[in-house]
T-cell receptor, first 115, second 114 residues
Framework: AQKITQTQPGMFVQEKEAVTLDCTYD???????LFWYKQPSSGEMIFLIY??????QNATEGRYSLNFQKARKSANLVISASQLGDSAMYFC????????????FGTGTRLTVIP | SQTIHQWPATLVQPVGSPLSLECTVE??????LYWYRQAAGRGLQLLFY??????ISSEVPQNLSASRPQDRQFILSSKKLLLSDSGFYLC?????????????FGPGTRLLVL
């Protein structure tokens, strides 16, 4: 079975600083994908970044980067130069090759950017 | 580019009433389609997914059902709503073919059952 764990219910960061949101996962599959989504107060789930299990380099997408440590089964999201608009819930999710139609979500981290 | 629409945005329904939520995708063909539910303060739970017209797989037994009458249309229904059906319902799509394709979500429908 697949499992995603996000241990930080809430995080605060000063505007323009960087912040790391933690995510660990558990799967017995060798082929899987890791995703981060942002959910602002409007509710829409916005896709941010993807990391494949066979990708050797950490994924980056603008101010977002994914710190992928396969041996530790962690996929932390790093947001650089935080902006007030980054305040939202952030969810880590995983799809494995078995049961691939299911996207398993963590419980989320609420990020608040302080001016 | 692809866009995904959901309506209504908000719905308040009495217990025992029927439900119909609609999701449509534009700008792609033969997408995989999904219905998720998010309870307050929690992550998402997959309810149904579809890989083609008329093909529906259920992940969680409940009083909800789903249908896909057209390639880019996905409908979530119930004959009699329960209080526990309250929540935030999100539709998503992903390209067909790859098993690890990204899922893209619609704006969601907030359902309150009273």
């Amino acid at each position: 079975a697949q499992k995603i764990t996000q241990t930080q219910p809430g995080m605060f960061v000063q505007e323009k600083e960087a912040v790391t949101l933690d995510c660990t996962y558990d799967t017995s599959d060798q082929s899987y994908g890791l995703f981060w989504y942002k959910q602002p107060s409007s509710g829409e789930m916005i896709f941010l970044i993807y990391q494949g299990s066979y990708d050797e380099q950490n994924a980056t997408e603008g101010r977002y980067s994914l710190n992928f440590q396969k041996a530790r089964k962690s996929a932390n999201l790093v947001i650089s130069a935080s902006q007030l608009g980054d305040s939202a819930m952030y969810f880590c999710a995983m799809r494995a090759s078995r049961g691939a139609n299911n996207l398993f979500f963590g419980t989320g981290t609420r990020l608040t950017v302080i001016p | 580019s692809q866009t995904i629409h959901q309506w209504p945005a908000t719905l308040v329904q009495p217990v025992g009433s029927p439900l119909s939520l609609e999701c449509t995708v534009e700008g792609t063909s033969n997408p995989n389609l999904y219905w998720y539910r998010q309870a307050a303060g929690r992550g998402l739970q997959l309810l149904f997914y579809s890989v083609g017209i008329g093909q529906i797989s259920s992940e969680v037994p409940q009083n909800l059902s789903a249908s896909r009458p057209q390639d880019r249309q996905f409908i979530l229904s119930s004959k009699k709503l329960l209080l526990s059906d309250s929540g935030f319902y999100l539709c998503a799509w992903s390209p067909s073919g790859g098993v690890l394709e990204t899922q893209y979500f619609g704006p969601g429908t907030r359902l309150l059952v009273l």
